[in-house]
C-alpha cells in the first residue's frame, strides 16, 4: 500500500498558555451510525409490539452501551442520538499526541461495534472523523440550572431543611427544561462529518468504513495507519477536504502517545491556507462573562 503524499504545513507555531481559550476553538468529531436500522424499523412498521421489533430493540441498546462505555470525561465526551452518536473534542495548540488519542479511541469504538454486529448477523458501521473550527458561546443552561433550582437547594440546605446528601441526590436527578451541548453548536466539524455519513455511498462513503479526515495528517501517513485509494470528499466549498478511509490501523493501548499527527493550530492553517492563521486565533481570546 503505497504512502499519501499531503501537503506540509507551517512548523514552530507559538505556543499558547496551558488552559487558555480562545472564541474559536479547533474541534475533532466522530460521527458514528448504524447502518440499515431504519429499515430495521420500517420492516416492523415502527411498531415496537411487532414481532422481530425486539431485535431492532436491543441493537439499539447494545450499540448505546458501548458509546457509553467508550467515553471519558473531557478527553472523548459523547452524545447518543438513536441509532447515531457523536463523539467530541477540541484540538490542543499545545500537543500534537490528543489528536491521535482521539483517532485511537474512535478506531476502537468503530473496531468494536462491527465486530459485535458481525457476531449478531448485522451490518456494522459507518464512522466519520472530522476536523473543523467551532465557536464558543456562554453557556446559558448552565446558569439558568445555577440560579434556578441550585440556588433553592443552597437554601433549602442553609436553612436546615434539607441535608446536603438530599440536595446532591436532588440535584442529580433534575432534568432541564431545556438543554444543550455548547461544543456541539456552530462545530463545523460536526457538520463535516454527519454530511459525509449522510453522503453514504453515492457520495464515496459506503459501508462499514471508517473514513478521516486528511487535514490531521502532516505531508507523509504514519506507519499506525493504512489507507486505501479512496479519497472522498464533500462538494461543499470550506468543508472540501479529502477523507481518507482506514483499512488497516494499528491495535495500540489507550493512553498511548504519539506525536506525528497535526495540533490545533496546524490542523487549522491546513484547513484554511492562512499560515497565519494561529495568530488570528489567538487574538480572540476568550472571556466566559
Not at 457476531?119 to 472530522?130: N, T, Y
Not at 453514504?200 to 499506525?224: E, L, Q, T, Y
Request: net charge positive.
Amino acid at each position: 500500500m503505497k504512502k499519501k503524499i499531503i501537503p506540509r504545513v507551517t512548523k514552530n507555531h507559538p505556543k499558547t498558555s496551558m488552559g487558555s481559550k480562545r472564541t474559536i476553538e479547533v474541534s475533532i468529531c466522530y460521527w458514528v451510525d448504524l447502518l440499515g436500522y431504519g429499515s430495521m424499523l420500517n420492516s416492523v412498521e415502527f411498531n415496537p409490539l411487532s414481532n422481530n421489533a425486539q431485535i431492532s430493540v436491543n441493537r439499539l441498546k447494545s450499540f448505546h452501551n458501548m458509546i457509553r462505555n467508550s467515553s471519558k470525561a473531557k478527553v472523548f465526551n459523547s452524545l447518543a442520538l438513536n441509532d447515531g452518536a457523536i463523539f467530541y473534542r477540541d484540538l490542543s495548540p499545545r500537543s500534537k499526541s490528543v489528536t491521535f488519542d482521539f483517532l485511537n479511541r474512535a478506531y476502537k469504538v468503530h473496531k468494536q461495534i462491527n465486530e459485535q454486529e458481525k457476531e449478531l448477523g448485522l451490518p456494522g458501521c459507518r464512522s466519520v472523523v472530522a476536523v473543523g473550527f467551532r465557536i464558543r458561546d456562554k453557556n446559558y443552561s448552565k446558569d439558568d440550572l445555577k440560579n434556578g433550582i441550585g440556588q433553592y437547594l443552597i437554601d433549602q440546605v442553609k436553612n436546615n431543611t434539607m441535608s446536603f446528601e438530599e440536595a446532591i441526590l436532588k440535584a442529580l436527578s433534575i432534568k432541564p427544561c431545556y438543554d444543550v451541548v455548547p461544543e456541539l453548536q456552530a462545530n463545523f466539524a460536526f457538520t463535516k462529518a454527519y454530511l459525509a455519513d449522510d453522503a453514504g455511498s453515492k457520495g464515496g462513503f459506503g459501508g462499514n468504513n471508517f473514513f478521516v479526515d486528511s487535514s490531521i495528517f502532516d505531508k507523509d501517513m504514519p506507519d499506525f495507519i493504512k489507507v486505501s485509494d479512496q479519497q472522498p470528499k464533500l462538494n461543499i466549498k470550506g468543508l472540501d477536504q479529502p477523507f481518507f478511509k482506514v483499512v488497516e490501523f494499528e491495535n495500540l493501548r489507550i493512553n498511548h502517545i504519539n506525536k506525528e499527527l497535526l495540533d490545533a493550530f496546524e490542523v487549522a492553517e491546513k484547513l484554511t491556507n492562512d499560515s497565519c492563521i494561529n495568530l488570528k486565533l489567538k487574538k480572540i481570546a476568550w472571556k466566559d462573562i
